[in-house]
């Protein structure tokens, strides 16, 4: 009777190693891996972000540049008229054009930078991710080889308590 158990549950453990090995792809692994494109997708989107920022930016530099040379123009031809009070409003509003058309270019450079650092953040991710793919089938293989381990560990455990139990019965019956 105990033999038969034995040879059941030997048969079962064949056919689990049999479906385990047939199964490559480790759902934990495959976990991983779509965690990590999920990263590498926020991070790019995050540099396009940064990119569309830098963008506008530099249009308001554009701007700020054009609006002082207007108000600079404008200062001009209110001093050669002897118009004191519009020189002094356009010089004015050229020197705002000027501190903005600054500050602009100082983000539009902190702007730049810290897209520089994405961009390199992004292709060291990228790389991990396709070293992380290409060895994915030994990080599955190995998945698998921890739970068939423990698979057998168990087995052994559990083959070493029927034979115990068939040698008891063994000895018992041979007694009678």
Not at 23 to 35: N, Y
Not at 87 to 114: F, G, I, M, W
């Amino acid at each position: 009777m105990f033999e038969d158990l034995r040879d059941a549950f030997r048969e079962a453990i064949a056919n689990f190693k049999e479906e385990l090995h047939r199964d490559d792809s480790s759902p934990t692994v495959d976990r991983l891996l779509f965690d990590m494109e999920q990263e590498v997708t926020k991070a790019k989107a995050a540099l396009d972000d940064l990119d569309t920022q830098v963008r506008h930016t530099r249009t308001h530099i554009r701007k700020e540049s054009e609006e002082e040379v207007t108000c600079r123009r404008r200062e001009e031809m209110a001093r050669k008229v002897d118009d004191e009070e519009t020189a002094r409003l356009a010089a004015e509003y050229a020197a705002r054009h000027a501190r903005r058309r600054e500050v602009l270019e100082r983000k539009a450079s902190a702007l730049s930078d810290e897209q520089a650092l994405r961009e390199g953040d992004v292709q060291e991710m990228m790389e991990r991710m396709e070293e992380a793919r290409q060895k994915r089938d030994s990080l599955a293989a190995a998945v698998g080889r921890t739970d068939a381990d423990q698979t057998n560990r168990a087995a052994d455990d559990l083959f070493t308590e029927l034979h115990r139990m068939a040698s008891t019965l063994d000895q018992s019956g041979s007694r009678t």
